[in-house]
């Protein structure tokens, strides 16, 4: 990667939970996901489940609160798995899905291999998970 402080195995950003800071990110994780030689609907797949979660954070997390706790993307590549961990300190927003609103979570687990979600009353982890049948090169 030429992006300096891109590490092309594993990088972590955190930034305010706001939607100019979502959008940065967005392309930071793709140029990222590009530059591991993968196939591109992989990469657009990570691009859009990696902006759905950051987009999450940054409508839900705070809604309770007059503060902003900010939210850190950690992206990590091991040989065939490449994972996008997205988390916030704020409260769970249980999903209240309706005809065109609140499915980001299940778009989320429909691009990926795995998504896990852990919320407690310290904020929310969601784990993103892509497995290749070929490992990526960095």
Same mark, same amino acid.
Request: proline share 8%.
């Given at each position: ?8 195995d594993r990088?972590? /950003? ?7 800071a979502a ?22 797949a990570?691009?859009?489940?990696s902006y ?6 940054v409508e839900h997390?705070?809604?309770?609160? $007059? ?6 993307l950690?992206?990590? /590549? $091991?040989s065939?798995?490449?994972t996008?961990?997205?988390s916030?300190?704020g409260?769970?927003q ?6 065109d609103?609140? /499915?980001?979570l299940?778009l ?12 407690t009353?310290?904020?929310?982890v969601?784990?993103i998970?892509w497995?290749?049948? $070929?490992?990526?090169?960095?």
């Open positions: 990667m030429d992006e300096p402080g891109l590490d092309p990088w972590t /950003h955190t930034s305010p939970a706001v939607p100019d959008t940065t990110l967005r392309r930071r994780v793709r140029k990222w996901a590009t530059g591991l030689k993968v196939a591109d609907s992989v990469v657009d990570i691009e859009l489940a759905e979660a950051l987009a999450n954070v997390a705070y809604a309770r609160s $007059e503060s902003n706790g900010g939210m850190t950690t992206a990590t /590549h $091991e065939h798995v490449l996008v961990t997205v916030d300190t409260t769970w249980p999903p209240t899905p309706t005809p609103r609140s /499915h980001g299940a989320i687990e429909a691009v990926s291999d795995n998504l896990d979600v852990d919320n009353d310290d904020g929310t969601v784990t998970v497995s290749l049948s $070929e490992p990526a090169s960095s």
